[in-house]
């Protein structure tokens, strides 16, 4: 699947749910792997602000990034909106410090988003999740499973000690259409809560328009009438009256749905696709971004461990040794390589058992014996060869002579005991007996040398 961005540009205004201040918004298309940005117009310097979980700077009630002089506040609906919608690469250009709230809901940014997408042409990366994590959130409570699947499919319930609401459940899978299961669930808040928030200096934009408003428990008319007049609504009798009617719900379960659209918003700071189940119980903006953290260090693990071939000794192996030496005229002490475990037309893996009994360790070093780097190309130079002449007929009358070595590097000690795993491979075509390949050894996970290196195959019965 490739990359997406936009045809056009849009644009909203409207008031900031904390700040109170009318804020316009212009989304517009951008560049192939842009990703998401959120610009300052208002602020010195217009400065850029990464839509990543690493630039999360708090978590109130709302999803706020900062990077250096620029910060955002209130992005996970607009975020939600863009990867319902598909969209890889944007950019957000807002005049005010925060995501106009609209409605509460996803659904006025989707609606325009999601009709005028276009694909770019590269393939976007995909974070297919390989096992499956589990995350806690031992201040708030909330947990969170994340299981492999092959779509991204989210499930939540939560349970508020509250009259008509209680315990509620949400599901939603990327099979499903975004626009009409989770684009139009509203923000929500208990008239317990607008106390303490209106106190802290929050929702200064907040109002029966832009958010379900319910009657808590425990909260007083009096003490809600107050909460009120500290937000300077003018309208506090008529407000009070709505909230005492059943709420007009756009889904039987708008409030779990609204969860649901908000840790959709905020997993999408992880900035590439996720295919996995995940059910979240409790969940909120301040654990979905610890575990949206978690779930960026295990992409980030996995992408470091994408090329490591899988060694399984009890499986048979392509070519054993014997095998080997009918293709290479190396011998004791000179053969490199005890087995070949994958070979294709353009890659190839092989095996180096590191045993103390080789001669080599008893000079380098006596006391502190190390396999040498040199060998180790040696060990993927002899690999290489052994993928190159798969390509020929009559291998046997074929030498291969390893010609330069680029870009070497050597990142840790391979010692005795060690199994060495070789790859090789082909960075370009054979023509005219060249081959180039890149190889790369490996003990265990661990990268141990790296280098490109170029060789001439001959056929020696023509020399």
């Not at 910060?71 to 250009?93: C, P, Q």
């Not at 934009?205 to 003018?234: P, R, T, Y």
């Not at 011998?331 to 890659?347: A, G, Q």
Request: hydrophobic share 40%; proline share 4%.
């Amino acid at each position: 699947m490739n990359q997406k961005t936009l045809r056009d540009s849009f644009s909203w205004d409207g008031v900031g749910l904390h700040s109170g201040k009318i804020t316009s918004v212009r989304i517009s298309p951008a560049d192939i792997d842009f990703g998401i940005r959120f610009k300052r117009l208002d602020a010195e310097e217009s400065p850029t602000i990464k839509a990543d979980v690493k630039f999360v700077e708090s978590t109130i009630r709302s999803t706020n990034l900062r990077t250096g002089d620029g910060a955002i506040g209130t992005v996970e609906h607009i975020m939600a909106a863009l990867y319902g919608a598909g969209v890889n690469n944007a950019l957000i250009e807002v005049d005010g410090p925060e995501i106009p709230i609209i409605d509460g809901s996803a659904q006025p940014f989707y609606e325009k988003i999601a009709g005028a997408i276009i694909e770019q042409e590269k393939e976007q990366k995909v974070f297919e999740l390989q096992e499956s994590v589990t995350f806690v959130h031992e201040e708030s409570g909330a947990e969170y499973i994340a299981i492999p699947s092959n779509e991204f499919m989210l499930e939540t319930v939560i349970d508020f000690d509250q009259k008509n609401v209680g315990q509620k459940y949400a599901c939603y899978s990327s099979s499903q259409d975004f626009g009409i299961e989770l684009a139009n669930a509203r923000t929500f808040v208990f008239t317990h809560e607008i106390i303490e928030l209106a106190k802290a200096g929050l929702i200064k934009g907040g109002s029966i328009e832009n958010a379900l408003i319910l009657k808590s428990n425990d909260a007083s008319e009096e003490q809600f009438k107050e909460a009120l007049k500290v937000l300077k609504h003018d309208n506090v009798d008529a407000i009070i009256e709505e909230v005492n009617k059943e709420p007009k719900l756009n889904y039987d379960n708008e409030l779990s749905r609204h969860k649901l659209l908000d840790l959709f918003g905020d997993l999408a700071l992880l900035g590439v696709p996720i295919k996995a189940k995940i059910i979240a119980k409790k969940p909120g903006h301040t654990a979905n971004v610890a575990f949206a953290k978690m779930l960026k260090e295990v992409f980030v693990k996995q992408n470091k461990l994408a090329g490591v071939p899988i060694y399984d000794p009890s499986i048979t192996p392509v070519f054993d040794t014997e095998k080997i030496k009918s293709y290479l005229p190396h011998r004791y002490p000179f053969l490199m390589v005890d087995k070949i475990i994958e070979i294709s037309d353009n890659h190839v893996v092989g095996i180096k058992n590191i045993t103390f009994n080789e001669n080599f360790f008893m000079g380098h070093f006596p006391g502190n014996p190390v396999f040498p780097g040199v060998l180790q190309m040696e060990a993927l130079a002899q690999t290489g060869g052994l993928l190159a002449l798969n390509n020929v007929e009559n291998p046997s009358n074929w030498d291969t002579y390893f010609l330069k070595m680029d870009n070497v590097k050597f990142k840790r000690k391979v010692l005795p005991g060690d199994t060495l795993i070789l790859k090789m491979t082909l960075t370009g075509p054979i023509r005219r007996g060249i081959v180039q390949m890149k190889g790369t050894t490996y003990v265990g996970n661990q990268v141990a040398s790296e280098g490109d290196l170029t060789a001439q195959i001959v056929d020696r019965t023509k020399v």
